[in-house]
């Protein structure tokens, strides 16, 4: 497989957090990178196309955000009532 090298620039702490957790997952820093890397751009990916849904069926995506916001408040006050209510 061919690789293209190139020089990647990051601070000093976030250098060795990446050197740890490339250790941890027994893999060189190079494939973590390279994993790191597949899923961002997957993730970029992903974006673009919700972004194409969210234009092509009318939506807000403010809306949509907020709508799951409000619905993961009341997951959360459903929560506390309900442990409330187990404490009681």
């Known amino acids: 497989m061919a690789v293209e090298k190139f020089s990647v620039s ?3 702490e976030l250098s060795r957090a990446l ?6 997952d ?3 820093v190079s ?4 994993e790191a890397v597949r899923q961002r751009l997957r993730n970029h990916m992903l974006g673009l196309w919700l972004d194409e849904v969210i234009a092509e069926q009318g939506w807000s995506r403010e809306e949509l955000l907020r ?3 409000e619905e993961d408040e009341a997951e959360e006050r459903q929560a506390r009532a309900n442990a409330e209510k187990r404490s009681a």
């Not at 494939?31 to 390279?34: D, E, L, Q, T, V």
Request: proline residues 5%; negative net charge; hydrophobic residues 45%.
């Open 10 to 12: 990051l601070d000093p």
């Open 19 to 24: 050197r740890e957790a490339a250790d941890e």
């Open 26 to 28: 027994d893999v060189s």
């Open 31 to 34: 494939a973590w990178m390279a």
């Open 67 to 69: 709508e799951a916001r």
